[in-house]
């Protein structure tokens, strides 16, 4: 009786699974038909006619395909004679959000990709029913004693530090100097550790990036360190009254180059070109803006202001010129013989404080180059904004295309200007790294409170949240971390700001209505604006690139998909500084286990990397992956695939 029932029953567990199943990933009928549609097309159809469809037993392809923990065990044994199919140049694709499957498909036949589903009929013979049961009911079985095999990624990779978008810069001092907190540090959720070279001996700062290294090659994980310039430090002279001196409002009060110890009248300005550039209306602000003059006068070496508003004026106070560009080199003589020590050491980002305009890129650039001739992986510039002369003509936008990154430095950037001005001007920084697909980062008394408290303020959890939505690349935390009394606790708070954050709709609702448009008319540009589309629709888990210098996953992230970005490349330099980039998940593949000849062995490669760093957990999780051939090339991204995570036992032959 059970032999009777048992064909019948199987059709209709097929059915019902049938009735379940999305068309888009293929039906169970059809995947055990053989189909040979293809998943880069979106789920689309096979469109041959199911008589000339030769299929094969299903029970041979069910006991022939090995599991993913078996493929993965079996990795090192496994021959790799597939050669990679010729690619044509893709066809011009118009800008913006639009669907770049049907460009999928229309290559498919040159270059298909895995076989998921067909159009063909249901089983016609009793026999492939019997199967389909058989192996539903084994399938049933592994299920019933999955709680007790080992998980296909471990909690660690699991653990929102992993899952988050938007990255992290903590400052490492006299907090966070040793390897048991950089590492809590690290695994709260910093990905990129700030040296700040206005403190500290050289000596200090090579323990620490040691310390850091140790850390990365432990986790497996890039680390980016940014060494930090101190720049220009424009200060009074000294006062007779040790105390200092009360200025009053409306009185006038000079500053001159009479070396003589200040009184309440007058004193020392050792800086001539603040004497040179200023003029009468400009304002100079002193000790962070308490003291406010405006100039109602000069003459040769001296500057006669009127004090608008009051205050103690004590030694060497710091001197602000917010409407003046001075003649003067951002790096002064110690910040060059600590960028020596910073090339000398291996840092991976400079951060170039007192930026007034582009020239200043120009030339830290050029020293980078006289060190550095060969040009071997050189550290990526950081200009820091914080001076109002930026926003002055063209400058920010012409500062961002010439730098690697930018620091929204609300510090002194608050002094300058006024601070109703602050938050439009983070936003306009923000939207043009986006527009240049330059990372950004904001910085400057992001969780100040928690310097003392283990909690931050409901207006400091509001602000790190402010920069999220706004779209930075990063956020920072400066004395919190560095000096602070909660250093792993301030760093685990912006991390969950950032994941709370980025799940809410309105966050993902924002970056689409704002996403900028790449209008390069390259054929890389093409490639990732279509990764990026296919990865939507075929609901991928990762989208994954193959790059050199970096520059395919810059420009994945500037799309902000909302898959993250997995970027494997030869170069630890180049997994380094994507540690700055919004969604990269970078990871070093060294040359010798990456057969940059085949494509195949990458493509495997591809699913190892991202299985082990938790991007995917199950067999039939998508990738969206993209590369250049030949490999190496900067911006030569002309090849796109859609691969299931189970490795090459599973998929199409032509891949």
């Known amino acids: 009786m059970m032999r009777v029932l048992?064909?019948?029953?199987?059709?209709?567990?097929?059915?019902?699974?049938?009735?379940?199943?999305?068309?888009?990933?293929?039906?169970?009928?059809?995947i055990l038909h053989g189909g040979g549609g293809h998943i880069g097309s979106g789920g689309m159809a096979d469109t041959r006619n199911p008589d000339t469809i030769q299929h094969e037993d299903p029970r041979k392809s069910i006991s022939a395909a090995p599991s993913f923990e078996e493929y993965l065990k079996q990795r090192a044994n496994e021959g790799n004679t597939a050669a990679t199919a010729p690619t044509a140049p893709p066809a011009p694709i118009a800008e913006g959000d639009f669907d770049a499957t049907?460009?999928?498909?229309?290559?498919?036949?040159?270059?298909?990709?895995?076989?998921?589903?067909?159009?063909?009929?249901?089983?016609?013979?009793?026999?492939?029913?019997?199967?389909?049961?058989?192996?539903?009911?084994?399938?049933?079985?592994?299920?019933?004693?999955?709680?007790?095999?080992?998980?296909?990624?471990?909690?660690?990779?699991?653990?929102?530090?992993?899952?988050?978008?938007?990255?992290?810069?903590?400052?490492?001092g006299p907090a966070s100097s040793d390897f048991e907190m950089i590492e809590k540090l690290f695994l709260a959720g910093a990905d990129v550790f700030r040296l700040n070279f206005s403190h500290g001996e050289h000596a200090q700062k090579k323990e620490l990036l040691d310390i850091i290294r140790a850390v990365e090659a432990k986790y497996d994980h890039p680390i980016a360190i940014l060494g930090d310039l101190q720049g220009p430090k424009i200060r009074t002279g000294t006062f007779a009254n040790p105390a200092g001196e009360l200025l009053q409002a409306g009185q006038i009060f000079r500053f001159d180059s009479d070396e003589t110890p200040g009184n309440a009248q007058r004193v020392f300005l050792p800086h001539p070109e603040i004497l040179e550039a200023s003029e009468v209306g400009h304002v100079l602000l002193i000790d962070d803006g308490k003291v406010k003059v405006v100039v109602s006068g000069k003459g040769p070496g001296y500057l006669d202001c009127e004090v608008v508003v009051g205050g103690m004026i004590k030694d060497r106070k710091g001197v602000n010129t917010p409407d003046s560009i001075l003649e003067i080199s951002c790096l002064t003589p110690k910040d060059r013989e600590d960028l020596d020590y910073m090339l000398g050491i291996g840092?991976?980002?400079?951060?170039?404080?007192?930026?007034?305009?582009?020239?200043?890129?120009?030339?830290?650039?050029?020293?980078?180059?006289?060190?550095?001739?060969?040009?071997?992986?050189?550290?990526?510039?950081m200009a820091k904004i914080e001076k109002p002369s930026c926003f002055w003509g063209d400058n920010l936008e012409r500062i961002v295309e010439l730098c690697?990154?930018?620091?929204?430095?609300?510090?002194?950037?608050?002094?300058?200007?006024?601070?109703?001005?602050?938050?439009i001007l983070q936003k306009t920084i923000i939207d043009e790294c986006r527009a240049q697909g330059k990372p950004s980062v904001v910085a400057t008394q992001m969780m100040e409170s928690m310097i003392e408290s283990p909690t931050p303020t409901r207006a400091e959890a509001s602000d790190a949240a402010t920069a999220i939505y706004d779209g930075a690349d990063a956020i920072m935390l400066s004395a919190e971390s560095a000096a602070g009394m909660y250093p792993e606790e301030s760093v685990l708070m912006q991390q969950r700001i950032i994941n709370r954050v980025e799940g809410d709709s309105h966050y993902s609702k924002y970056l689409q209505a704002t996403r900028p448009k790449i209008t390069d008319g390259s054929t890389a540009s093409a490639i990732i604006l279509a990764a990026r589309s296919v990865a939507r629709n075929v609901n991928a888990k990762c989208i994954a690139t193959f790059t050199n210098g970096g520059e395919t996953a810059r420009k994945a992230s500037m799309k902000r998909p909302e898959q993250p970005i997995c970027a494997i490349s030869p170069l630890k330099e180049t997994c380094r500084h994507l540690a700055m980039s919004w969604g990269v998940y970078p990871e070093y593949c060294?040359?010798?286990?990456?057969?940059?000849?085949?494509?195949?062995?990458?493509?495997?490669?591809?699913?190892?990397?991202?299985?082990?760093?938790?991007?995917?957990s199950d067999d039939k999780d998508l990738i969206v992956v993209t590369a250049g051939f030949p490999f190496?090339?900067?911006g030569a991204a002309n090849?796109?695939?859609?691969?299931?995570?189970?490795?090459?036992?599973?998929?199409?032959?032509?891949l």
């Open 102 to 172: 049907a460009a999928i498909v229309a290559s498919s036949s040159a270059t298909p990709s895995v076989g998921y589903g067909s159009a063909s009929s249901y089983l016609d013979t009793l026999s492939r029913t019997d199967a389909i049961a058989a192996d539903m009911l084994d399938s049933s079985r592994k299920a019933s004693t999955a709680a007790s095999a080992p998980a296909k990624t471990d909690n660690f990779k699991s653990s929102p530090r992993w899952r988050k978008k938007t990255k992290q810069l903590a400052t490492l």
């Open 590 to 616: 060294p040359t010798e286990n990456l057969d940059t000849d085949n494509f195949r062995d990458m493509l495997r490669t591809c699913c190892e990397i991202t299985l082990r760093k938790g991007l995917v």
């Open 632 to 634: 190496g090339t900067p």
């Open 404 to 423: 690697d990154g930018i620091m929204v430095a609300r510090g002194d950037l608050g002094v300058e200007c006024q601070p109703e001005d602050v938050p």
């Open 639 to 654: 090849i796109i695939r859609v691969i299931p995570a189970a490795g090459p036992s599973y998929w199409d032959e032509t």
């Open 6 to 30: 048992s064909p019948a029953l199987s059709l209709l567990l097929l059915a019902a699974a049938d009735a379940f199943s999305p068309i888009s990933i293929g039906r169970p009928s059809t």
């Open 347 to 381: 840092v991976d980002w400079v951060a170039l404080s007192f930026v007034q305009r582009p020239e200043d890129i120009v030339e830290i650039k050029r020293l980078i180059m006289s060190y550095n001739p060969n040009n071997a992986n050189p550290p990526h510039i």
